[in-house]
Structure formats: structure tokens, C-alpha cells
């Protein structure tokens, strides 16, 4: 997920650095001859701009969370990332492989290929609908109304967990003009082989089919919400990572609010997210009411904690008899401390359990928390501390990632260790986190206690 100021850590500074460089090099070279001088100059700059483009390269990959290849890990505290070969879910024979039967396919994926698996993603969004080419897309405008639909999305047999292979791409950061762009692959990349728009009856048949077919998660669905300038093909990917990586076989679900795509657009992106509200309601409800799960679990990244919390507060009390939310796991909340402590009080009657995330080398948290004049984010480790309040596990995942060009900003989606965590939350309950991640290491403080990783 790209989040703000993600460019700042891995661009800036070696732009900066080069320009210096460059300078020391164009005051050195002032007394050598025309020729000698002209060739001094030019060949730092045949040095620095590859070198420049390379950095680039790899900030794009940080851009759209979108590795070629398995995630740096600095001290994985996970078993070693799994390819399919030791991961699928074994196929009954006569098993589903059509595009229009995957829903009800009963494991966690369909194979269509030797080459690649499908992942369906049923979806929500306020965003407008576009034409992109040969099929549909989402633009970050408001359309002030739900549209609902599934995505088919490919994922290679080669995929290595927890990374979301795309085709390389060579943009001008900020800019995000392409220089050069890998085609793609699906025997390489995470692609979308279908997306549809479909009505609420047709939507909400394949759901309980796909929801009844169910095995490691028996009538569990999973709601994902993305964060600040995600463009909806990402965050279509990213929900078919999760559900992927964690093989979960029930429901999976995207609400895709209109991001804006944009580092400067921040503050019209609250907006946005704020402005959602009443489409996330409804489409929260759809699955609570309708989908037939016993069991919604909730994962909200950034930006997508505030909108949610806002929602739950008023649906809360209308959950209907046998129907809980199961799990809410709150990634890196971008919500000022105090506003969040609030909105999780009023929530947490109407919960299992609630998990909190947060790091103190969010890169995004300390940019957005200078935005906020300096007011710590829910998802921030300042100096004094992480956010601690009843009824919420809180886990400082800091050192989870010590990766200096990283954001670590979508580490709960990017680690091992934590789609771990996650996975084992989702299918047991078991608390405290210590009790399902022996390594994590118990902090006692005067506010509370909470959990670090070592």
C-alpha cells in the first residue's frame, strides 16, 4: 500500500546526496581545460542518474508493496515463506476449475492452471466505475453510491508468501510516469483474470456457496479495508495475498474506498475515507445479514481504521441473534490516539477480540503524525509508548522490519511472522498473544501490559 510521504526515505535523500556530490565535482573540475573539464562533468552524470533510476526502481516496488520476489526479511520470526507445492489446499475430484464455479470451489483456492491458482474477491466500493480496455476498472472519484462485485485474480505457482509478484516497473517516483513496464504474466504475477459487477442477489448466492464449501474456516468471512492512496487493483491484490497466504477457504471480502493514488492528497483522502461511511455500512451489513457466515472477521490497514471505526460504533448494536464479529485486527491505525480510544470503547462489546499492530519505525506514522501537529497516531510507538486500553491486545511490531529504505507501513501483510499471527488469531481466538506466539515478549506498565516482538 503506498502510503504518505513513502517516497521521502528512499529518493529524496540520495537525490539530495548525489546533488552535493555533483556540486563538490563541478568546483573541483573549474580549472582544467574545456575538454579536460567537459568530460570530468559528464561522466558523474553517466554514473549518477543510473544510479538515481535504480533507486527508483526499487521504491516502486516499495510504492505498490509489490516485491518480484519474497519480502527482505531482517529477523523472520515465521516457518520459512511456503510456495503453492506446500501450501494449496488439496483438490476433491471433479473439483471446480471454471471461472464461474471458483466461488463454490471447496478449498481455499481453484486451480485453473498447473501455472497459476485463482483467488475470488467479492468487493464493495464507492468509487466510479471505468472502462479499461477489455474489461472494467475503479478511478479514485466518488460515485456516491455501493457498487458491488468479484474479482478473479491469478496467483503463480511460484509465488512466495508474503510477496505480491507484479511486473517490474521503472516510474519517476512522485511523477509516477513509466519509463519502462514488464508485461504481464500469470505464470509470474498476481493478475485479474475477471471482474465483474454483479447485483446483490447473484453476489450473495456465490458467498454462501463459497462460504458452505468451507473447511479450515468454517462460516468465517474476512472483510479487508485498504488504507490512504491505494488504487483499487492493488488493493484487489492485496486481499487475494491475504486470503492466499493464509489460506483462508471461507468468504473473502474488499471494500475499496476512493483513495485518491496521490502522496499530496492526503488530506482529500480523509475526506474521502470519512465520506465512505455510509456505503461501508451498508456493505458491512450485506455480510453480516446476509452472508450467511457466523463469524466476520475485519482486517483495516491505515487511513481504512477510521471509516470502520465510525461504522461499528452504530452497527454494533444491531448485529443480528447468532452473528458476532469475530476478529477486528487494526493495522497501523492512521486515527489520532485519543479518537481512537473512544471509538474502540464503544465497539468492543460487539467484538471477540480486537488486536491492535503498531511500530515505532512507521515511517507513514511519523509523517501523518507531523501532519496532525504532532498528536501520536494509534498505530505509532511514540517515546511514551504504544496505545494501551481494555479489551484490546496491543503488539509492537517494530522489530519485525529493520529495513532502513522500508516504510514498514503494511508489515501486518508483509511479514511472516504476523500473517502467522494472523492466521492463527483468525482460526483459534487464542489469547493472550503470547499464548499462540510463545516469542513474544509480555511488557508490564503502569497503563497495561502489551506485547512486543523480540
Known sequence: MRELASALPGMVLPALAAGCLYVLVWRATRSLDDHARVLARAVPIAVIVPGLLWVSAILSIHLEDAE?????????????????????????????????????????????????????????????????GARIGYRA?????????????????????????????????????????????????????????????????????????????????????HGFNTAFDHAIYRTAQLAYDLQFDGATFLYSWPAGGGVIGYAGDRESATQAEPHLKQFLELVVRESGAKGVSVIAHSLGNLPL??????????????????????????????????????????????????????????????????????????????????????????????????LNHSLYAEKGALLNDIGLLLQTGERPPDGRIPILQRVRTPRGDFWRYP
Open 141 to 225: 472519484e466518488r460515485a456516491h453510491r455501493l457498487e458491488l462485485g468479484r474479482a478473479l485474480v491469478t496467483v503463480p505457482a511460484a509465488h512466495r508468501v508474503p510477496a505480491i509478484e507484479r511486473p517490474f516497473a521503472l516510474r519517476i517516483p512522485y511523477l509516477q510516469l513509466v519509463l519502462y513496464e514488464q508485461g504481464e504474466d500469470p505464470k509470474k504475477h498476481f493478475t485479474i483474470k475477471a471482474l465483474e459487477v454483479l447485483q446483490r442477489n447473484d453476489l450473495m448466492t456465490q458467498v454462501r456457496a463459497r462460504i458452505a464449501a468451507a473447511r479450515a474456516f468454517r462460516d468465517q468471512a474476512l472483510v479487508f479495508i
Open 309 to 406: 471505526l465510525n461504522v461499528l460504533r452504530d452497527l454494533g448494536p444491531a448485529l443480528p441473534p447468532g452473528v458476532r464479529l469475530n476478529e477486528l485486527i487494526l493495522a497501523a491505525p492512521d486515527v489520532d490516539r485519543d479518537v481512537f480510544a473512544n471509538l474502540v470503547s464503544a465497539i468492543r462489546p460487539y467484538g471477540r477480540g480486537i488486536t491492535l499492530y503498531c511500530s515505532a519505525n512507521d515511517r507513514a506514522m511519523v509523517a501523518s503524525r507531523q501532519v496532525a501537529g504532532g498528536v501520536p497516531r494509534a498505530g505509532d510507538v511514540p517515546p511514551d509508548g504504544p496505545v494501551i486500553l481494555d479489551g484490546v491486545d496491543t503488539i509492537d511490531v517494530t522489530e519485525t522490519s529493520t529495513d532502513v529504505l522500508a
Open 68 to 132: 518480484a520476489g519474497p519480502a527482505s526479511v531482517a529477523r523472520e520470526l515465521a516457518t520459512p515463506p511456503r510456495t503453492r507445492s506446500a501450501s494449496r489446499a488439496p483438490q476433491p475430484a471433479g473439483a471446480a476449475t471454471k471461472a464461474g464455479d471458483v466461488a463454490a470451489a471447496p478449498g481455499p483456492l481453484a486451480a485453473s492452471s498447473p501455472d497459476w491458482d485463482i483467488v475470488p474477491v467479492f468487493y464493495g466500493t464507492d468509487r466510479v466505475r471505468t472502462s479499461e
